[in-house]
């Protein structure tokens, strides 16, 4: 029995270890994000571009005719206001209906589970988010030139307020994902949240010309400052302040990127 090899010692298999960003986990659910919206390509792609030319021909065909705004022509002010309502919407609904249907389904342990910190699945969620708003927001700008001759008067201005807008709005998507229960939860943020504040944020006016105390509160409205900034990226005019609209944007995306990231470590709604 002695002369017998000496039985090596079993051990279980250990967890990988990651040094610094799990590229491969965060990639992975990076493009899972995408894909999900990719497969119903008719709901999340094709119905807010049909959106989208339905507000041009109300607004421009019908209502502006020959009118102009700032120098330009009424389509060519209105269109930018259209192009980033749908980032707004599109990034909102992109990280807010997928973490919800996982919490309906019972599957957030699918994402819970794997090696992902709190900040690769705030990454993954908001970056898959903005893809679709930004996706979309292409798609509508291609749709909406024949009725508006754009011209990019300021590139970096679109490429800043573009991306800033879709990732405030993906983290805010994460946020009521994480704190909704049901579907109404959504709805409710959107209808008496999002479409009112984008609505009144001068998408298809000139906000000086409301009577106060409506033009002072328009200022306070930072997606009034997302749609004036995203405006001057293309006509090269700001009817508000350009440097606040850059400062609170940059604030806005670091501040709720924070709180999303506090909400994935403490388990807000996701552990019990």
Not at 237 to 263: H, P, S, Y
Request: some cysteine.
């Amino acid at each position: 029995m002695k002369d017998m090899a000496r039985a090596e010692t079993v051990l279980p298999p250990q967890p990988r270890d990651y040094h610094g960003v799990n590229w491969e986990g965060l990639k992975t659910l990076y493009l899972r994000e995408v894909l999900r919206f990719f497969k119903v390509g008719m709901q999340t792609l094709a119905a807010p571009v049909v959106t989208a030319l339905l507000y041009m021909l109300v607004f421009v065909v019908a209502v502006g005719g020959g009118r102009q705004v700032h120098g330009v022509s009424y389509g060519a002010f209105v269109a930018p206001g259209l192009i980033m309502m749908q980032i707004l919407g599109n990034a909102f609904a992109n990280s807010s209906s997928s973490l919800l249907q996982a919490k309906f389904n019972g599957l957030m342990g699918d994402f819970m589970t794997p090696p992902l910190t709190p900040g690769e699945h705030v990454i993954g969620f908001g970056a898959g988010a903005a893809t679709r708003g930004i996706f979309v927001g292409a798609i509508s700008m291609a749709a909406v030139l024949p009725f508006a001759r754009l011209s990019v008067a300021q590139p970096w201005a679109v490429l800043y307020f573009g991306l800033g807008a879709a990732m405030i709005m993906a983290f805010l998507g994460i946020m009521a994902g994480l704190w909704s229960e049901k579907f109404d939860h959504i709805a409710a943020v959107t209808n008496f949240v999002i479409m009112p504040m984008t609505f009144l944020s001068g998408t298809f006016y000139l906000v000086e010309k409301l009577p106060e105390p409506f033009r002072t509160f328009s200022h306070f409205n930072p997606i009034f400052y997302l749609i004036d900034g995203f405006r001057y990226g293309f006509i090269g005019r700001a009817e508000g302040n350009l440097g606040v609209g850059v400062a609170l944007t940059g604030v806005l995306v670091l501040t709720l990127g924070w709180i999303c990231l506090w909400m994935f470590r403490t388990g807000y709604k996701i552990k019990t």
